[in-house]
């Protein structure tokens, strides 16, 4: 067979390119050149280990100005679609003095509704966001919301409940909470704008919320709390997040940690180190589904009362640890794009964004806090964040997202519950993260080296820089 060099020679000979077409030499070139050239390719002639790989999502470190980019986009179809107004039900007309309130009134629909967990959620992220970016608006997003919601709460319940009228579903959850979903998520929200901003007046409303919460949701006789649905004394993990961080908010520790450890007890799976969805109280035999997002609210209920629980308090360490295996058992299921899967350990389960924008939040807060270490689980969560960044659309609309979800014994519940781009579940995790991640990669000092990210205990000069710890130099 010919050499390349041969090849080349032979082509450029005058004859052949008198006595062929362009369009035969374009063939030669792909036919012999080409395959031949890739025949020279090899460990002594090219450096194979810089050749790029064929990432389906970003990998590296995100620059800051496009992770701010990112979820200003989503603030923006947020701002847009979800506006603070009290509506005649009938004719649509904006009610402004809200001692006019009657039975006939309701919030007027936008894309989200103002008085959800998810959007507990997404108070509790926009108040986050604002602090690290110093960007005022999603402080103010949240702030004027959630005082809104106060605002108008006494005139429902004077006008409407009181008078023995149900009011519009919506607003129910506001003076009338019924589940833990109805409050749990809002109140800590409220309780976090409340400490920080003093001007804020929403103490009779978190008073409504948190007397629901600690006082009134059904309870097993240790605490842990517990619904009749689908059975009698079943535990939903998501009830976690739903309950226990107002418990810590509202400074009851001893009895948040309690109950907490009332969770991690009954559905805590050593061997896996991640947490199961269900639980039925008295039962020999356990339902073993390990859903995503309910792991999301879990890992998240740690964060929440860790950045509350006393540094001094006797179980803080074991609060610790717990979040340390479960981030452990998590990240040994990341996929390869970055995601997790709807059923954690079924790898033929699709990939779902709102458990990965919960992970990718909570892995870098823990890292930032100094919980968890960053050259050990830094690069998982700028992994979890590069892939949340790819369902952020160009309209703000977060893609990818499971529906809300009940609870299960089988797979194939799971397996297809639908995703829709107006579950809201996915809006204030996304948030969360991204702002996160801007901490992360300010505070703790990532860098590419030989085609990897990796953490560093500081900013870094050269791409080949190895940090000697023992010397405390770097060695170039």
Not at 294 to 300: K, V
Not at 415 to 424: E, F, I, N, S, T
Not at 442 to 449: D, F, L, R, S
Request: proline fraction near 5%.
């Amino acid at each position: 067979m010919q050499s390349f060099s041969q090849i080349i020679k032979t082509i450029k000979h005058p004859s052949l390119w008198e006595g062929l077409g362009g369009l035969l030499c374009v063939l030669l070139l792909f036919c012999f050149i080409l395959p031949c050239s890739a025949q020279e390719i090899n460990d002594a002639t090219t450096p194979l280990h810089l050749m790029k790989p064929a990432y389906k999502i970003p990998y590296g470190i995100p620059e800051v100005s496009k992770v701010k980019a990112d979820i200003d986009r989503i603030f923006t179809f947020l701002d847009n679609t979800t506006p603070m107004v009290v509506e005649d039900m009938t004719t649509g007309a904006e009610i402004t003095d809200y001692k006019k309130i009657t039975p006939n009134s309701r919030l007027k629909q936008g894309s989200f509704r103002l008085t959800s967990y998810e959007w507990g959620v997404t108070y509790s992220a926009m108040l986050s966001a604002g602090k690290i970016t110093g960007d005022k608006r999603y402080t103010e997003y949240a702030e004027k919301r959630m005082q809104f919601l106060a605002d108008i709460a006494p005139y429902f319940d004077k006008n409407v409940l009181q008078k023995g009228k149900t009011p519009e579903a919506t607003v129910r959850k506001i003076v009338e909470p019924l589940a833990l979903d109805d409050a749990g998520a809002i109140c800590c929200a409220m309780i976090k704008a409340s400490k920080a901003n003093g001007k804020l007046k929403l103490q009779d409303q978190i008073a409504r919320y948190s007397d629901f919460v600690l006082n009134k949701e059904l309870r097993l006789p240790d605490g842990t709390f517990c619904r009749n649905r689908p059975l009698r004394n079943t535990i939903w993990l998501d009830d976690m997040f739903m309950g226990l961080p107002t418990e810590a908010y509202s400074g009851h520790y001893d009895e948040a940690v309690k109950h907490y450890f009332g969770f991690v007890n009954r559905m805590f799976v050593p061997e896996l180190n991640i947490y199961r969805h269900g639980y039925i109280e008295g039962r020999k035999e356990q339902p073993a589904f390990f859903w995503g997002r309910a792991n999301g609210w879990a890992l998240l209920t740690t964060c929440e009362i860790l950045d509350v629980l006393p540094k001094d308090h006797p179980r803080r360490p074991e609060v610790l640890e717990q979040l340390r295996k479960h981030v452990r058992g998590l990240v040994a299921l990341q996929s390869g794009e970055g995601f997790w899967h709807q059923l954690l350990n079924r790898t033929d389960s699709y990939l779902e964004s709102s458990c990965t924008a919960i992970y990718a939040y909570c892995i870098a807060h823990a890292i930032n806090e100094g919980w968890l270490e960053a050259n050990a689980y830094g690069g998982a969560a700028l992994l979890a964040w590069n892939a949340v960044s790819t369902e952020i659309q160009q309209d703000g609309k977060v893609t990818g997202t499971c529906v809300g979800t009940g609870m299960a014994f089988d797979p194939a519940f799971y397996y297809y519950r639908p995703v829709h781009p107006m579950a809201a579940h996915a809006y204030g995790p996304a948030i969360w993260a991204g702002a996160e991640i801007i901490r992360l990669i300010q505070q703790n000092h990532p860098k590419m080296n030989d085609s990897a990210v990796h953490f560093y205990p500081r900013e870094q000069k050269t791409s080949a820089a190895i940090f000697n710890e023992d010397a405390d130099e770097l060695i170039q």
